[in-house]
Each structure stands twice: as C-alpha cells, then as structure tokens.
C-alpha cells in the first residue's frame, strides 16, 4: 500500500484491504501484465467527484485484482462492501477473427451473462495487441475489426467499455501511451464505479437509518452498514471520509442515550443497557478490535464496549490523519460522556449496574492507554509541546487512581480492611486477562492498576508518581492553578497518610495563590486544611495565627470560628504559668483598627499635661477576648521646629475634632488588590523665584511607599515574620480589656514628659503569651509635646528710654515649663550709672494664664501677688552721650545662668557753646537744646572754671533760676568772663543744669544735673578791625554807582602775648612783629571792592600799633548798607620743608572754617572774584611748591569794631542805567 | 441552566460568583479558579488576533466528568464564566453563547451605574436575578 506523502509515516496498522477488480479471460495474459499495470495504476491521482456536493477529491487509485469467479458476485441484499468486487475485466489478446468467433464470443457471452445476472454493469473489455503476433498471421483482419466487433457485439452504446492495449511489454513510446490511455480509462471506470456503487450503498443506509423509529430497528445493525462504508472509505484512504461515519455513528448513539434519558426509550438500546461486567479499558493496539467489533456483530456488546470499539476506530482514523491530539481530547470528551451516559442509565432505568470503581478504573486505563497510545507515535519534543492537550488525560487518570484509593482503603492508615479487600477482588476480577498484545509491555495501563491496587505502599507510589507528573505538567505549561489543585488533593493525602510535613508545603502554595486572586472560599477551606496540618506539626504560632485568620473568617459557621478562637484562647491560657516566651501574630486577623481620637483634638500638649487616645478597635473575633494588655508603642523623636509642622499637618490632614480613621478593610477578603490603600495624590506647581511664573507642575503620590511595599510584600501577609515587635521605651498601655465582637472604645491616657513629636507605631494586644501586633499604624498618627524654655523679655514703656529721668520698664517673663513658686525672684545686677528704683510695695502679679500655648505674648500689670509677668519701676542716670547702652544682668530662679540685657538710653539734650567778644570784653554763651519729646523744667545753671585760674570770674547774665525748656527747643545762657591778671590762653569750663520732666510731679529721687564741659581757647581779643566808608570827597552821602573810599584800621590791643609765639612772628632788635592778612569780602554783593581785596600787612606786635589800609568800593544798592567784611588771617611764611606738611595740615584745618581762598591768587586780584573760583587751581598748585599759608584768627582774637555798622547810600540820578548795567 | 455563573476582575479576583444553591458552593469556587488557567491560555493565544475580529466567546474551557465550563471575555479583560452540569445536553454552544451575551450585556449596566465602583463585588439586584433566570431558565 501506497503510504501518503508524509515524511514520518506513522506506525499504524493498516488494513490489507483494497478495492476488488476481477479479471476473466486471458489469465496468463493477465499474470503477464498484472506487475505493470499493479504499479502503474496508484502513480497517478485522480479527480474524484462526490455526490451530494460533497468536495472532489483527488484520489490514488489501487486494486486487488482476483480472478473471475461467479461467486465474488454480491448476491441481492447483500450489504458488504468491501468485498464487493467494483469492477469486471475481461483479458483477451485475440487477434484472428476465427478463433475470436470459435471461443472468445463465447467466452464473453458467458461472462456478459454472468454479470448480467447479477446487474452489474461495471465492465471492461481489454484487447491486448502485439505486434509478434501480428507479423506471424498476415492474412488476418486489421487488427481494429476485431475490437470493432466486439464492439458491436458487446458494447451497444458503450464503445468505450473496450479498450485496445497494444504492446504492453515493450518500451516504445506507442506503449507507453496506449499504457496512459488504458490507465486513464480504467481509473475512469473505477471510480464511476465507486460512484455509483457508494451512492446507491449510501442511499440504502440512509434508507435504513430513516427506519430508526421503527420497532425492531437494530443500532448494530445498521452500525455495521455505515461502518462497511467507512471501510471502503478507508481503504481509499479516504480518512476524513471514514472519520465522518464514525463520527456520525458517535453522534446517532449519542442522541440515543440522550433520548432515553429523556424517556424516550428505544427497544435497541436495552441490549446495551447489561450490567457492566468487564472494564478493561480501551484497546488502541490494534487497527480493528475484531473482538469487539464480533460483540457488536452479535449484538451481544454493552455500552462500554460499543464506546471503547468506536473511539478505538476512530483513534486508528484520526492517527493516520495524524492528529494525535485530537485523539486526546476526544479521549477526554469520550471518557466524560461514558460516565454520564452510565450515570443516566443508571439513574433513569435502573437497568445498568455499574459496580463501585468499575468505571474508575475503566477511566484509568482508557487513560493511560490513550496517552500510551500517543507517545508511541509521537517523538518526546512533539509530547512535550503538546502537554497541554495531554495533560487533562493525567490529571484524570490521578483523580480515578486518588479514588481507587480511597474506594479500596489504600489511603487510610490502617491499610485497607476485609471489605476493602473484596471490592478490590472484584475490581481485579473485572479486568480480566491481560491481553496479549500488552502482555510484554512492562508498564502496561493493566499492570499498572493491579500494582496499584495490589497494597499500600505500591498504590502510594503510583499516585505520587502520577501526581507529581501531573503538577509538573501543569507548572511547565503555566496552569499554576491547575497545579496547586492538584497538590491540595496530594496534601489531603499526605495528611490522611499522617505526613502533614509533606502536605504543608502543598497547602501553603495553594493558599498562597488563592490569596493572591482574592478567593474567599478556597482560602477559607485551604486554610483551614493547613491549620489542621500546623497543628499536626506542633507549629504552634503559624497554627495560632491561622487559627486566629480562621476565627475571623465570616465564611465559616459561627460554630468553627468560635472553635478557632477557643483554641486561642486555651492556648493562652495553657501558656499562662510559663512568662516569658511570647508569640507574636498579626493583628489584622485579630482585631482590626477603625479611628484615633485625641484629646485634647489637635494633639499637642506642653509638657505635664495630660493627653488621652481613644481608640475604637472591631474585633473580630467571634466571642469577647480578656486582653491583659493593649498598648501602643510610641516613637519619641527629638524634632527642632516639628511644633509648627505638626500645625500644619494638623490642618491638613485630621477633622475638626481630631478624629484619625484608618482605612478599614473594604472586602472581607485579605486580597492584596482591595486592601491596597487608594491613592493619594497631590498636585505641585513650581514657581520661577524670579518672576513667580509657572515651570514646573506635577502630581506627586503622596503614599507611594506604602502602595509599593505592599505590592512587594503582599503575598507574605501570612508570614510571621511580617509582625515583628518593636521595642520602644514609649509605650501607652491599657491593662485588662475585654474585646468584645465588634467595635470597642480603649481610651489611653499618658503624662506628657519630654517635648518632641512621638509618633504611634504599632498597635499590640497581649492575650497571654500571644501578642497581637499591628506592625505598622497607618496613616501616620503623631501627637507633640512642646516644652517652652522660660523666657525674659525687658521692654520701655514708652518708644525710647531717656537718660536721666525716672522711666517704666517693662519685665515679662514668659515661663514656659517653669513653675514660678512662692518667693522666686529675679535679680538684677546693674552698673552704678544706671539706678533702679524699686518700691516696695511694687510686687508682681500673674496676670494672664496659660491658655494656648501658641500665644506667647503677656503684657504686665502692677499687682501684689506671684510672678507671672513682673513689673518694676527703673530710673537711671544720664550722661552726656547722645545715646548709650547699659548692661542688666538679671539672675533668673530656673536657670543657672545670667541673662544679660541691654538697655539703649538717648540724651535728651545737645549742648553748644560759643565765645562771644565786645571789645576786649568776653562771653561766654552756651545753648541747651532739647531734643525730646518732653518738656523739661531746667534749674540751677551753673558754669564754673574747672582750670585754676583764680582771677578769673564768671559773671551770669542769666536771670531766671527756673527756665523751662519745651520739646525740640533751646535755651540760651550767657557768662561774661571777668579776669584781673594776664588770663590764661585756654579756659575749661564746666556747665552743669539740673533738669526735671516738666510733667512729672514731685519725684522721690533727686535727679543727677546735666553737665557739660568745654575749652574755650585764645579768647582775648588782640587786633581791632575797623572799616568805614565815608562817600567821595564833596558828596555828603554815598551815591550807588560811585567810588567810595574804605577805610580798614587795624589796630593791635595788646602786647606781645603767648597767643602770638608763632611762625609769623618775626623778631628785629627787640621789635616784634607779626604778618597778617586782611581781606575785604563783600558775601551779600552789595559792593564792589576796586582794585586789591587783601593783602598782607606786618604788624607790630605792640598795643596801640595800627595799620590802616585804603581801598575803593562801590556801592551797588542803595539804602542802609551792611559794611563789607574784613577779615584777618595770620600769613605764615613757608621756610621750613618739614613744616610743610604742617602747614598742609593746618591748611586744611582752615578750610573747615571756610578759608578756602588761595592768598597768591588773591594778592593781584583787583577785581571782585566769587569765592572758590580758582579754588581746584589753587590746591593743586599748593601741592608743587611750598606757598605760605594762612591761618583764620580764633574768633576771639580779633574784634570785629565795625560789625552791624551800616552805611547809607542814595540812589544816584541815573540809577535805572547802572542798575541794568550791573545786574 | 447553569449551575454556576462567575464574573471574574481583570486581576482574577471574584467580582461575583453565584452557584446553584443545593451544590456544595465550595467545589464550585474551585472550579472557576483553575478554569482560569485555561481562559489565561485561550485569551495570550487570542493576543495575536487583531482586536476588532476578536472572538469573545472562549468556548469551553474544560470539561470534568460532572460539568463543563465556559468562558467569556470581554475587551477588558474581564471574565464569564459559567458552569453548566453535563448531563444537561439540550445546551448547545449557541445557547451558551446567548447566555454569555446577555450576562454581559447585563454588567455592562452595572458598570454604568455611577454608584458602582468598577473593582468592586458585584451587588447589583438586577445582575442577581438576571443571574437566577439563567439558573432556572432552560432545564
């Protein structure tokens, strides 16, 4: 047989069977050709055309070709098709007409007659031609009359039912086509023939299904019609074909089962409806289980039977299709359906008696022997690929071996009992004899279930080996699931061989998972597995802590939860004699935490007060728990500034009144998705600093450290380890609570001792030696304590502090954590220039209390009891500085240390004097300015020589002894200065003034005078300035406009005095005198000196010497005219190179008394110059070469005699003229 | 009728699971759970078909001796999937089909609803007794 173009053929076994063609006639002719014609029919295909619209198929044709015999013919009602011979061939090589006439008519005449009989009409008539034999008869008829007449004798209508095959051993190209046309026409004619022949057989069977209904209508029967059909199919290779008749056999029982449960009963169906007796599997070894097919014939078969016969067919089909995994599957669906339909037998009629793990153990070895059937046609990289489809197979050939075992007593402990052991005889007894096809397999699907079944310990390792391949399975192809199923059932065995450490490890990975997905159910029932399994193992805290998940559990009955809190609890209580081991579990399961409540609210309280937590805890446990002990630990951080973070944590994050809820668990179920705390999420803007525009935005996840962790760490919820206790020196207790179901109010109470932020960590409830701990309390839950150092603040009354009056100062002490007691006192440490003035009677008064710590401020009132702020009068002495600090330095009771303040006093007054001259006679004036806000009452003005000059006296012209000074005014005093002898050259004097606040009434203290002392210098007057004006000689008055003569006399009132002793002096033959320079400024512009200005003059240093000088000036005004200034400078000579720089010094000096006008520049100015003109040349030039100096005479030296005299000038006639001109 | 009908969250967590009262609840929530597996399989092999043509129909997943299963899945990933008892065969893919369409026809209401936060259990009345029909319906 011709296998199909597949590179890896399948080892299957193939039926021998091919289409039937007989041949008649000529047989050595026949036996002659028969190698060629074997060989060359299957070379090429064929299109075959289907009825019914069925595809058209190309098709390689094959024959069995048999001699003729009458009895190949199928007799009337005869339904085989395989033996049905589809064609008729008669063989003849004859060429002469007389021997064609004598023997071969006759011949097929007999054979036409034949077939006649029996109507078939699938005939060919062959004449082989040759050319030998052609040669030898020449006198013979062309070859073609033959053929024509046996055309016209036997092919009426049907020429082409003959046909000429010449020379069909020789190889010439004429061979080779009459080989192609007979080919052709003879595959031609087969298939016409299987056309007609399969259509009118197919015709029959539907006729005979359409009678389904009728009584006595025979599934078998017509079972082996339509499987005759799938033969044919079958040996046309027609697979897909041969499939579909199965399939549709499959499909009619089907219904049938289905109907009869349904009620509709059919008769036929009865005989499959036996009890089973046998259940020996399927049987995929051979290509046709004749066995089966025999009962089926004698419809002696049960449903198992039929079952097991059609899927062995159309195992065989879908092989050679090569579709291995479809048999799998079908396996599966097969499997399925048997035991539903013998369950629905069972159920409805009653008929179908299925001894107890009879159909397990059909399922384990059909099973088995399916998956066996598989690999032995698949290489072991095609089965691994393909778990998936296999994989379903194992899982169910463990579930039925799981419960053989169960059924058999193979699982228990004891082993299995007598009853056990029959069950297990008759199971045995039902699979018969192994047969002989498996009888040299080692691991046959039979010797395996009789290994299996046959003890304890071999069933043990069948199922483990079974299980563990199926878990392996179902972890390479990613059914995780599929695979933590199957261990829970390996761990519920494991746990009922008494191993529970070899179940837990199962149990936890199928917890584990379910967590994962958040399934209620299978957590609870797994969990519940697994506490029984810990128990077992004496894990006594996983055990406890799974019992406390269990008791929690809402999916389970009051009655199991109330049994997993009792083991708890009598744990605890067992445990009780024994301190000191401690178990620590998670809380969650436990109790779970709803809100926080502070009191008071905003949970900041100074140090010493009193804070209360209120705390409402659900419990879940289902009867009420006596905790010895419910504490939190706190976390105690010292924070600098944390007072005001925690204000404004304050207000973003708790309520009004205080209260913090924590995120209940929304699910009832521990899933990691839905206990995911919700996002927090905060916008953020960013603003340039520059301009405040935007540049940056975004949304910031407030929690993300919480979502992360969690998603991390989610799947370890059950672990132990999660809970660690943490050990903290805070901690806020509650001593003997009971916790009732549901929710419960624990209030915590606690002194607040040290200042800083504590923050609430863990939760912990204490039953017995078991610890309940909530590792990790979120949201962040803080309270602060603040502790305020006490504080000294020293402040006036009023905006400044005077110097030397009595003025208010206002102490406030702030005291923070301090309690002033009874007698603390402050003390005050002082400098003597600064007086306190405390009156006894003056004690200080608490005036405010501690309200809210926020409000710092306290204002101080005079009172007579205990600190709180204290209030003293201050009085100080003054000086005369404009303002200046003095240090108090105040010992407080609560610290060791001064504290040491500073106190800015200003001057209340500036004082100013000034040397007035009348002559020779002096003055001495000094001006008191008040600079204040106040009024001042001035007494007692007292200017005294501090130098000792006897003979010298002061005269006051003052007549007043009180005087008051107001705010921002002055107050004048004049001394006239009175000598007998020679007055020293310089006089210190000292002027000193009581003063008094002007409002203030009497004072207890008397004041301190204000002083102020001074030098006066050079005060006797030496030189006599005179200047006059008189108008020109013949005018009575001066005229504007007109030249009048100034006449300046310089006179020298004294003799040769200390006050002289100086450069400019210059000595000749006991003649002295001195160079001096006068200058004629007019500063009001009311004249116009002509010609020189100044100039230098020797004086002689003798009383009465007088020096007169003569210039011109014009008045420019008219009216009552202030004569010009004149003034004198002493003109030193530049001799020496060292005084240079002296005299730069000095030169300077006069600058600051505004002689800033260069002599040289001004010995040849004639005309009238404004001041400062060449006043930048001047310097410069001084800077090159030494020049002579100038220095001013002290005010007191020269006497103005002229000053304030003024000189009347009329307006000349033409004054309008000169005054345009001029201005 | 279905024995068990499950609508299951994107990250395979129950959004809702109902079965048939006089069964064990229990092997049910098993049932759905490992069948998972097989919706995982079928919906990666299904990632290659372009989203439009995507058949939401999973057909069945697997069938066990007692029961088949099916699934369904939508374009969000959500999951159908129901539990139909074997030996009721009057159930063919077409009705299973309709079935699936309407149990999605009917959370697609309640995911409109506003009050319903998607995630969370399904506790719909109207869900529930559309779920009972299906229960009852056919038998």
Same mark, same amino acid.
């Given at each position: 047989?011709?296998?199909?173009?597949?590179?890896?053929?399948?080892?299957?076994?193939?039926?021998?069977?091919?289409?039937?063609?007989?041949?008649?006639?000529?047989?050595?002719?026949?036996?002659?050709?028969?190698?060629?014609?074997?060989?060359?029919?299957?070379?090429?295909?064929?299109?075959?055309?289907?009825?019914?619209?069925?595809?058209?198929?190309?098709?390689?044709?094959?024959?069995?070709?048999?001699?003729?015999?009458?009895?190949?013919?199928?007799?009337?009602? &005869?339904?085989?098709?395989?033996?049905?011979?589809?064609?008729?061939?008669?063989?003849?090589?004859?060429?002469?007409?007389?021997?064609?006439? %004598?023997?071969?008519?006759?011949?097929?005449?007999?054979?036409?007659?034949?077939?006649? %009989?029996?109507?078939?009409?699938?005939?060919?008539?062959?004449?082989?031609?040759?050319?030998?034999?052609? !040669?030898?008869?020449?006198?013979?008829?062309?070859?073609?009359?033959?053929?024509?007449?046996?055309? =016209?004798?036997?092919?009426?209508?049907?020429?082409?039912?003959?046909?000429?095959?010449?020379?069909?051993?020789?190889?010439?190209? !004429?061979?080779?086509?009459?080989?192609?046309?007979?080919?052709?026409?003879?595959?031609?004619?087969?298939?016409?023939?299987?056309?007609?022949?399969?259509?009118?057989?197919?015709?029959?069977?539907?006729?005979?299904?359409?009678?389904?209904?009728?009584?006595?209508?025979?599934?078998?029967?017509?079972?082996?019609?339509?499987?005759?059909?799938?033969?044919?199919?079958?040996?046309?290779?027609?697979?897909?074909?041969?499939?579909?008749?199965?399939?549709?056999?499959?499909?009619?029982?089907?219904?049938?089962?289905?109907?009869?449960?349904?009620?509709?009963?059919?008769?036929?169906?009865?005989?499959?409806?036996?009890?089973?007796?046998?259940? =020996?599997?399927?049987?995929?070894?051979?290509?046709?289980?004749?066995?089966?097919?025999?009962?089926?014939?004698?419809?002696?078969?049960?449903?198992?039977?039929?079952?097991?016969?059609?899927?062995? !067919?159309?195992?065989?089909?879908?092989?050679?299709?090569?579709?291995?995994?479809?048999?799998?599957?079908?396996?599966?669906?097969?499997?399925?359906?048997?035991?539903?339909?013998?369950?629905?037998?069972?159920?409805?009629?009653?008929?179908?008696?299925?001894?107890?793990?009879?159909?397990?153990?059909?399922?384990?070895?059909?099973?088995?022997?399916?998956?066996?059937?598989?690999?032995?046609?698949?290489?072991?990289?095609?089965?691994?690929?393909?778990?998936?489809?296999?994989?379903?197979?194992?899982?169910?050939?463990?579930?039925?071996?799981?419960?053989?075992?169960?059924?058999?007593?193979?699982?228990?402990?004891?082993?299995?009992?007598?009853?056990?052991?029959?069950?297990?005889?008759?199971?045995?007894?039902?699979?018969?004899?192994?047969?002989?096809?498996?009888? =040299?397999?080692?691991?046959?699907?039979?010797?395996?279930?009789?290994?299996?079944?046959?003890?304890?310990?071999?069933?043990?390792?069948?199922?483990?080996?079974?299980?563990?391949?199926?878990?392996?399975?179902?972890?390479?192809?990613?059914?995780?699931?599929?695979?933590?199923?199957?261990?829970?059932?390996?761990?519920?065995?494991?746990?009922?061989?008494?191993?529970?450490?070899?179940?837990?490890?199962?149990?936890?990975?199928?917890?584990?998972?379910?967590?994962?997905?958040?399934?209620?159910?299978?957590?609870?029932?797994?969990?519940?597995?697994?506490?029984?399994?810990?128990?077992?193992?004496?894990?006594?805290?996983?055990?406890?802590?799974?019992?406390?998940?269990?008791?929690?559990?809402?999916?389970?009955?009051?009655?199991?939860?109330?049994?997993?809190?009792?083991?708890?609890?009598?744990?605890?209580?067992?445990?009780?004699?024994?301190?000191?081991?401690?178990?620590?579990?998670?809380?969650?399961?436990?109790?779970?935490?709803?809100?926080?409540?502070?009191?008071?609210?905003?949970?900041?309280?100074?140090?010493?007060?009193?804070?209360?937590?209120?705390?409402?805890?659900?419990?879940?446990?289902?009867?009420?728990?006596?905790?010895?002990?419910?504490?939190?630990?706190?976390?105690?951080?010292?924070? /600098?500034?944390?007072?005001? /973070?925690?204000?404004?944590?304050?207000?973003?994050?708790?309520?009004?009144?205080?209260?913090?809820?924590?995120?209940?668990?929304?699910?009832?179920?521990?899933?990691?998705?839905?206990?995911?705390?919700?996002?927090?999420?905060?916008?953020?803007?960013?603003?340039?600093?520059?301009? &405040?525009?935007?540049?940056?935005?975004?949304?910031?996840?407030?929690?993300?450290?919480?979502?992360?962790?969690?998603?991390?760490?989610?799947?370890?919820?059950?672990?132990?380890?999660?809970?660690?206790?943490?050990?903290?020196?805070?901690?806020?207790?509650?001593? %003997?609570?009971?916790?009732?179901?549901?929710?419960?109010?624990?209030?915590?109470?606690?002194?607040?001792?040290?200042?800083?932020?504590?923050?609430?960590?863990?939760?912990?409830?204490?039953?017995?030696?078991?610890?309940?701990?909530?590792?990790?309390?979120?949201?962040?839950?803080?309270?602060?304590?603040?502790?305020?150092?006490?504080?000294?603040?020293?402040?006036?009354?009023?905006?400044?502090?005077?110097?030397?009056?009595?003025?208010?100062?206002?102490?406030?002490?702030?005291?923070?954590?301090?309690?002033?007691?009874?007698?603390?006192?402050?003390?005050?440490? &002082?400098?003597?220039?600064?007086?306190?003035?405390?009156?006894?009677?003056?004690?200080?008064?608490?005036?405010?209390?501690?309200?809210?710590?926020?409000?710092?401020?306290?204002?101080?009132?005079?009172?007579?009891?205990?600190?709180?702020?204290?209030?003293?009068?201050?009085?100080?002495?003054?000086?005369?500085?404009?303002?200046?600090?003095?240090?108090?330095?105040?010992?407080?009771?609560?610290?060791?240390?001064?504290?040491?303040?500073?106190?800015?006093?200003?001057?209340?007054?500036?004082?100013?004097?000034?040397?007035?001259?009348?002559?020779?006679? /002096?003055?001495?004036?000094?001006?008191?300015?008040?600079?204040?806000?106040?009024?001042?009452?001035?007494?007692?003005?007292?200017?005294?020589?501090?130098?000792?000059?006897?003979?010298?006296?002061?005269?006051?012209? &003052?007549?007043?002894?009180?005087?008051?000074?107001?705010?921002?005014?002055?107050?004048?005093?004049?001394?006239?200065?009175?000598?007998?002898?020679?007055?020293?050259?310089?006089?210190?004097?000292?002027?000193?003034?009581?003063?008094?606040?002007?409002?203030?009434?009497?004072?207890?203290?008397?004041?301190?005078?204000?002083?102020?002392?001074?030098?006066?210098?050079?005060?006797?007057?030496?030189?006599?300035?005179?200047?006059?004006?008189?108008?020109?000689?013949?005018?009575?008055?001066?005229?504007?406009?007109?030249?009048?003569?100034?006449?300046?006399?310089?006179?020298?009132?004294?003799?040769?005095?200390?006050?002289?002793?100086?450069? %400019?002096?210059?000595?000749?033959?006991?003649?002295?005198?001195?160079?001096?320079?006068?200058?004629?400024?007019?500063?009001?512009?009311?004249?116009?000196?002509?010609?020189?200005?100044?100039?230098?003059?020797?004086?002689?240093?003798?009383?009465?010497?007088?020096?007169?000088?003569?210039?011109?000036?014009?008045?420019?005004?008219?009216?009552?005219?202030?004569?010009?200034?004149?003034?004198?400078?002493?003109?030193?000579?530049?001799?020496?190179?060292?005084?240079?720089?002296?005299?730069?010094?000095?030169?300077?000096?006069?600058?600051?008394?505004?002689?800033?006008?260069?002599?040289?520049?001004?010995?040849?100015?004639?005309?009238?110059?404004?001041?400062?003109?060449?006043?930048?040349?001047?310097?410069?030039?001084? /800077?090159?070469?030494?020049?002579?100096?100038?220095?001013?005479?002290?005010?007191?030296?020269?006497?103005?005699?002229?000053?304030?005299?003024?000189?009347?000038?009329?307006?000349?006639?033409?004054?309008?003229?000169?005054?345009?001109?001029?201005? | 009728?279905?024995?068990? *009908?499950?609508?299951?969250? +994107?990250?395979?967590?129950?959004?809702?699971?109902?079965?048939?009262?006089?069964?064990?609840?229990?092997?049910?929530? #098993?049932?759905?759970?490992?069948?998972?597996?097989?919706?995982?399989?079928?919906?990666?092999?299904?990632? +290659?078909?372009? *989203?439009?043509?995507?058949?939401? #129909?999973?057909?069945?997943? #697997?069938?066990?001796?007692?029961? +088949? *299963?099916?699934?369904?899945?939508?374009?969000?990933?959500? +999951?159908?999937?129901?539990? *139909?008892?074997?030996?009721?065969?009057?159930?063919?893919?077409?009705?299973?089909?309709?079935?699936?369409?309407?149990?999605?026809?009917? #959370?697609?209401?309640?995911?409109?609803?506003?009050?319903?936060?998607?995630?969370?259990?399904?506790?719909?009345?109207?869900?529930?007794?559309?779920?009972?029909?299906?229960?009852?319906?056919?038998?």
């Amino acid at each position: 047989m011709d296998a199909p173009e597949e590179p890896v053929p399948p080892v299957i076994y193939t039926m021998e069977n091919k289409p039937i063609v007989t041949c008649a006639g000529d047989q050595n002719l026949f036996t002659s050709i028969y190698p060629t014609l074997s060989q060359q029919l299957p070379r090429e295909p064929m299109e075959w055309r289907r009825s019914y619209g069925r595809a058209p198929k190309m098709i390689h044709l094959e024959s069995n070709f048999v001699q003729f015999k009458e009895e190949l013919l199928p007799k009337e009602g &005869n339904k085989a098709l395989l033996t049905f011979p589809f064609l008729h061939i008669y063989w003849t090589e004859c060429c002469d007409t007389e021997v064609y006439k %004598a023997t071969v008519k006759d011949d097929l005449t007999k054979w036409q007659n034949v077939l006649k %009989a029996h109507s078939s009409v699938d005939w060919l008539i062959v004449v082989v031609e040759n050319d030998a034999k052609k !040669r030898n008869k020449t006198n013979i008829l062309p070859r073609t009359s033959i053929v024509d007449k046996i055309r =016209n004798d036997f092919c009426n209508k049907q020429s082409d039912r003959c046909v000429v095959l010449s020379d069909p051993l020789k190889d010439s190209s !004429r061979t080779q086509e009459s080989w192609n046309a007979f080919l052709t026409k003879l595959r031609t004619l087969l298939l016409m023939s299987f056309t007609k022949n399969l259509g009118k057989f197919e015709d029959d069977m539907r006729t005979l299904r359409e009678k389904r209904t009728e009584p006595g209508w025979s599934f078998c029967d017509y079972f082996m019609v339509q499987e005759e059909l799938a033969f044919v199919f079958e040996m046309l290779q027609q697979f897909e074909d041969a499939l579909v008749q199965y399939d549709e056999l499959d499909a009619l029982f089907s219904q049938y089962v289905v109907n009869f449960g349904a009620g509709d009963g059919a008769n036929w169906l009865t005989f499959f409806c036996q009890p089973v007796k046998s259940w =020996n599997g399927l049987i995929l070894r051979k290509p046709i289980d004749m066995e089966k097919r025999g009962l089926i014939q004698r419809q002696e078969a049960t449903l198992l039977d039929l079952r097991s016969y059609l899927f062995s !067919r159309q195992c065989t089909l879908l092989l050679f299709l090569q579709r291995p995994w479809e048999v799998a599957q079908r396996a599966l669906e097969l499997l399925h359906g048997c035991v539903q339909e013998l369950k629905l037998l069972e159920f409805c009629r009653d008929w179908v008696s299925v001894p107890p793990g009879a159909l397990d153990c059909w399922v384990f070895l059909s099973c088995l022997e399916v998956l066996q059937r598989i690999e032995g046609c698949c290489d072991r990289a095609q089965i691994d690929s393909n778990i998936a489809h296999t994989v379903g197979l194992w899982s169910y050939a463990t579930e039925k071996l799981k419960s053989l075992g169960y059924l058999c007593g193979l699982v228990s402990e004891q082993g299995p009992n007598s009853e056990d052991l029959n069950r297990t005889v008759d199971l045995l007894a039902g699979l018969g004899a192994e047969r002989p096809e498996t009888a =040299n397999t080692a691991q046959s699907p039979y010797k395996k279930l009789k290994e299996a079944l046959s003890s304890v310990e071999a069933f043990e390792k069948h199922y483990l080996d079974l299980s563990h391949a199926t878990i392996e399975m179902y972890t390479s192809i990613g059914r995780i699931r599929s695979a933590k199923f199957v261990g829970k059932d390996l761990a519920e065995f494991y746990m009922r061989k008494k191993s529970p450490q070899k179940a837990e490890i199962y149990l936890q990975g199928a917890l584990k998972n379910y967590l994962a997905e958040g399934w209620a159910l299978p957590i609870t029932h797994t969990r519940k597995q697994l506490a029984e399994c810990q128990k077992h193992l004496g894990q006594i805290e996983n055990y406890l802590q799974t019992s406390s998940l269990l008791a929690s559990d809402r999916h389970l009955t009051g009655n199991e939860r109330e049994y997993f809190c009792r083991e708890i609890l009598s744990f605890a209580s067992q445990q009780a004699d024994s301190p000191g081991h401690k178990i620590v579990l998670p809380m969650h399961s436990f109790a779970q935490l709803r809100d926080l409540h502070f009191t008071p609210s905003n949970a900041v309280v100074h140090v010493g007060g009193v804070l209360s937590v209120e705390i409402t805890v659900c419990s879940q446990m289902p009867v009420p728990v006596h905790a010895e002990q419910i504490a939190i630990s706190v976390h105690f951080s010292i924070e /600098k500034n944390n007072y005001r /973070k925690t204000a404004e944590w304050l207000t973003k994050h708790k309520t009004a009144n205080g209260i913090v809820s924590f995120p209940a668990e929304t699910s009832p179920f521990p899933t990691s998705q839905n206990s995911l705390p919700a996002l927090e999420l905060c916008e953020m803007f960013e603003r340039s600093p520059s301009d &405040n525009s935007l540049h940056t935005t975004g949304i910031i996840c407030k929690n993300v450290h919480v979502l992360l962790r969690k998603q991390e760490s989610g799947a370890s919820l059950e672990a132990p380890s999660g809970a660690a206790l943490e050990a903290g020196a805070h901690v806020l207790k509650c001593n %003997a609570v009971t916790l009732e179901p549901g929710p419960n109010a624990i209030t915590f109470r606690t002194q607040a001792k040290e200042p800083g932020t504590y923050t609430l960590r863990q939760l912990c409830a204490s039953v017995g030696p078991v610890w309940f701990v909530l590792p990790h309390i979120y949201p962040l839950v803080q309270y602060d304590v603040y502790s305020q150092e006490p504080q000294l603040h020293v402040e006036p009354l009023a905006d400044s502090l005077l110097a030397g009056i009595p003025q208010k100062v206002k102490f406030t002490v702030t005291t923070g954590h301090y309690t002033v007691k009874n007698g603390d006192s402050l003390q005050l440490s &002082n400098v003597e220039a600064m007086l306190i003035l405390g009156h006894e009677e003056n004690r200080a008064v608490i005036y405010s209390n501690m309200r809210a710590p926020a409000t710092g401020g306290e204002s101080t009132v005079p009172g007579m009891t205990e600190p709180h702020g204290k209030h003293k009068d201050t009085q100080k002495g003054g000086h005369c500085m404009a303002t200046m600090d003095h240090k108090v330095s105040i010992d407080c009771p609560w610290s060791i240390y001064s504290t040491v303040i500073s106190l800015t006093f200003s001057m209340p007054f500036r004082t100013t004097h000034s040397l007035l001259s009348s002559g020779t006679r /002096k003055y001495v004036q000094v001006c008191v300015q008040n600079l204040s806000e106040l009024d001042f009452q001035l007494s007692d003005s007292h200017l005294v020589d501090t130098g000792d000059s006897t003979d010298l006296r002061l005269i006051p012209l &003052n007549t007043e002894s009180e005087q008051r000074i107001h705010s921002r005014q002055a107050v004048f005093f004049v001394w006239e200065l009175k000598w007998t002898q020679e007055p020293p050259p310089s006089l210190h004097c000292r002027f000193s003034v009581g003063f008094s606040p002007a409002s203030e009434e009497r004072l207890s203290v008397s004041l301190k005078p204000y002083t102020y002392e001074f030098q006066v210098d050079n005060f006797l007057t030496l030189y006599s300035v005179r200047a006059e004006i008189s108008p020109p000689p013949g005018t009575e008055l001066c005229k504007t406009g007109s030249l009048c003569s100034l006449e300046v006399s310089i006179t020298r009132l004294s003799d040769l005095s200390d006050a002289d002793k100086d450069e %400019a002096l210059t000595e000749r033959e006991d003649y002295f005198s001195t160079k001096l320079m006068y200058e004629v400024v007019d500063n009001s512009s009311n004249w116009a000196v002509c010609g020189k200005s100044s100039g230098v003059i020797s004086m002689p240093v003798a009383a009465r010497a007088t020096h007169r000088v003569h210039m011109e000036v014009m008045p420019l005004f008219a009216g009552y005219l202030p004569l010009p200034d004149v003034r004198l400078f002493k003109y030193l000579p530049h001799h020496s190179a060292h005084s240079s720089q002296l005299d730069a010094d000095s030169w300077i000096e006069n600058d600051s008394l505004s002689v800033d006008k260069h002599v040289d520049d001004q010995l040849d100015s004639g005309s009238v110059q404004s001041r400062g003109s060449t006043r930048s040349v001047a310097g410069s030039e001084h /800077k090159g070469l030494p020049m002579p100096r100038l220095r001013a005479l002290p005010p007191g030296q020269a006497f103005n005699a002229s000053a304030g005299t003024q000189v009347l000038v009329i307006p000349s006639q033409d004054d309008h003229v000169l005054e345009v001109s001029v201005t | 009728m279905a024995v068990c *009908v499950a609508v299951i969250a +994107k990250e395979n967590y129950p959004l809702y699971i109902r079965s048939v009262p006089t069964e064990n609840e229990l092997k049910f929530h #098993y049932m759905v759970h490992t069948s998972l597996d097989v919706v995982d399989e079928k919906i990666s092999a299904m990632g +290659k078909a372009l *989203v439009d043509q995507r058949e939401l #129909y999973l057909g069945l997943l #697997y069938p066990t001796e007692d029961y +088949k *299963v099916y699934g369904y899945v939508t374009n969000s990933k959500v +999951k159908f999937v129901m539990v *139909v008892d074997s030996s009721n065969t009057a159930l063919r893919d077409n009705e299973i089909r309709s079935m699936f369409r309407k149990l999605h026809n009917s #959370y697609t209401d309640v995911m409109c609803n506003p009050f319903y936060t998607p995630g969370d259990r399904i506790q719909s009345r109207a869900f529930d007794g559309m779920v009972t029909s299906m229960m009852i319906q056919v038998c």
